[in-house]
């Protein structure tokens, strides 16, 4: 009888956990700061920034690996990967730590136009992979908006 108690009451946490009554809400996007060059070169360079989220939510998380591409004025900046384990408090903030290899030729472009404004339009895309107590999902990365760079 209590092996079969057990998968139950799994699948109750997994029904409460991912299905509606908005139990569990998407982190906010807050900005991006501390954009850094770690090396410049003529074909490619590395780059980093973080992107500040907040957790609205009353319980803290687990971000176990986030892949994104990011945008400056609708042009492909680069792609990132992260695949270290970040605990995130509740209601609280947290930064996404993103380094990056830019293509020379991507950020040219880029480059004249943050000359010229001093805000941009950041669009980021991806995935993450974000849970609680060994249960994880994928949820989607989503902005665009306008961020000041200087």
Same mark, same amino acid.
Request: zero cysteines; aromatic letters at 12%; proline letters at 5%.
């Given at each position: 009888?209590?092996?079969?108690?057990?998968?139950?009451?799994?699948?109750?946490?997994?029904?409460?956990?991912?299905?509606?009554?908005?139990?569990?809400?998407?982190?906010?996007?807050?900005?991006?700061?501390?954009?850094?060059? @770690?090396?410049?070169?003529?074909? $490619?360079?590395l780059?980093?920034?973080?992107?500040?989220?907040?957790n609205?939510? +009353?319980?803290?998380?687990q971000?176990?690996?986030?892949?994104?591409?990011?945008?400056?004025?609708?042009?492909?900046?680069? @792609?990132?990967?992260?695949?270290?384990?970040?605990?995130?408090?509740?209601?609280? %903030?947290?930064?996404?730590?993103?380094?990056?290899?830019?293509?020379?030729? +991507?950020?040219?472009?880029?480059?004249?136009?943050?000359? %010229?404004?001093s805000?941009?339009?950041? $669009?980021? $895309?991806?995935?993450?992979?974000v849970?609680?107590?060994?249960?994880?999902? $994928?949820?989607?990365?989503?902005?665009?908006?306008?961020?000041?760079?200087?």
């Amino acid at each position: 009888m209590l092996f079969l108690l057990r998968p139950s009451a799994m699948l109750l946490s997994l029904f409460l956990w991912f299905f509606p009554g908005q139990l569990f809400k998407d982190p906010e996007f807050v900005e991006a700061r501390a954009f850094r060059i @770690h090396s410049l070169g003529m074909r $490619t360079s590395l780059v980093s920034f973080d992107l500040v989220y907040v957790n609205p939510n +009353n319980f803290g998380l687990q971000l176990k690996k986030a892949e994104m591409d990011v945008f400056v004025e609708d042009r492909l900046l680069g @792609h990132s990967l992260i695949d270290t384990l970040i605990r995130i408090a509740a209601r609280d %903030t947290f930064s996404l730590p993103v380094k990056m290899d830019v293509e020379m030729k +991507n950020l040219f472009p880029n480059a004249l136009v943050m000359l %010229t404004k001093s805000e941009v339009e950041l $669009t980021v $895309t991806g995935k993450a992979r974000v849970g609680k107590g060994g249960f994880y999902l $994928t949820v989607p990365i989503n902005y665009k908006g306008k961020q000041s760079w200087r």
